[in-house]
């Protein structure tokens, strides 16, 4: 079906293809978040009382740790567990990478036939308010379209690919032996976010050292539910199962317990974030072209205000107007 062919669609219809598992009318309505579209807005709204079903899972990780390799080989063990499995592969960090997306859709290329499998990648393409609400969103119509998992590649652990992260309810951290990159992550207060750490690459000499520093590392880390530390060699599948298992455990544990009220607690940090970004887009695009904020940055460069009370007026005059 072509965009054309949906024109005339009203969008009651839409919203009831899409719960019936209509892909092509998921993948446009998917665009239609991406764009920003009016339509969009009103699809979610009718969309919601659809969600709420689906378990998410979000996947970060430094760049070539083998988060694409390892989802690809969950996704067949989940297929087994006969769950119908959406995946998100988001880039916040670069421009629309067409090797990279294409890179991963070969690699994921195994389940393009599967109708049990729908895979989407979004890159940045600075877009208002960011990447992260439309991650939501997006995960919002893949739980209406029914898909049991939803797993959210992010590449990179900068902030905002942990904000995404942050929004599932099981977070994956993937880190490989011999990269600075997860040697640098086990410094930074990363490991308050991880539910399960994945050490991939197992098969890597230096796989048992970076084990012994994850552990190490959490030792120091004042948590409730400590991650679970899972070994994995992503291009053979070994390991899988229990990355599988321990998703498994974490999901019962808190559905058992906490998942309500986490949710609750994700969404709210969620919504305050995505305002917070709309607020400082919109005052650094009036800034632009704004007679009087050129007055207050002047005053500020002149050395005849400092920096913070700029910053204060600049704020309080972009927030009175509403
Ligand atoms: N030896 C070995 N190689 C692996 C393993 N897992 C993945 N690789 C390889 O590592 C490379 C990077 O894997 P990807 O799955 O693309 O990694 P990624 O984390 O998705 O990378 P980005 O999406 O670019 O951040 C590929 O060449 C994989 O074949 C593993 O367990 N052992
Ligand atoms: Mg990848």
Not at 78 to 93: A, H, K
Not at 195 to 223: C, G
Not at 284 to 311: F, N
Request: one cysteine or more; glycine letters at 10%; charged letters at 25%.
């Amino acid at each position: 079906m072509t965009d054309r062919g949906l024109a005339g669609v009203g969008i009651d219809e839409l919203v009831e293809r899409i719960v019936g598992g209509d892909r092509l009318v998921l993948a446009r309505a998917l665009t239609m978040i991406e764009r920003g579209e009016q339509t969009a807005r009103a699809l979610l709204k009718l969309v919601l009382p659809h969600t709420g079903r689906a378990w998410t899972v979000g996947v970060t990780g430094p760049p070539g740790a083998g988060k694409s390799t390892l989802l690809e080989a969950l996704i067949t063990c989940l297929r087994r567990r006969e769950r119908q499995v959406g995946v998100l592969s988001v880039d916040p960090s670069s421009p629309i990478n067409q090797g990279a997306l294409l890179g991963d859709r070969l690699r994921m290329g195994r389940h393009y036939l599967d109708e049990g499998v729908f895979i989407r990648s979004m890159a940045s393409r600075g877009m208002v308010g960011g990447l992260a609400p439309m991650a939501l969103q997006s995960a919002l119509l893949l739980d209406a379209a029914g898909f049991n998992d939803i797993l959210i590649e992010t590449m990179g652990v900068g902030q905002s690919e942990i904000a995404i992260a942050r929004q599932a309810d099981a977070v994956v951290l993937v880190l490989m032996p011999g990269a600075g990159d997860s040697i640098q992550l086990l410094k930074c207060g990363v490991m308050e976010i991880p539910d399960v750490i994945v050490v991939n690459k197992a098969d890597h000499i230096l796989a048992k050292r970076l084990l012994a520093d994850v552990r190490s590392t959490l030792e120091s880390v004042q948590r409730d539910q400590v991650p679970a530390v899972v070994q994995t060699v992503a291009s053979t599948g070994d390991g899988i199962e229990q990355l599988a298992t321990a998703l498994a455990e974490h999901r019962d544990r808190l559905e058992h317990d906490g998942l309500e009220l986490r949710r609750a607690q994700r969404l709210r940090e969620a919504v305050v974030d995505a305002a917070a970004a709309l607020v400082a887009e919109h005052v650094k695009a009036s800034a632009a072209g704004d007679p009087e904020v050129h007055e207050l940055l002047a005053a500020a460069t002149d050395r005849r205000l400092d920096p913070g009370a700029a910053a204060a007026r600049i704020a309080a005059r972009e927030l009175g107007r509403k």
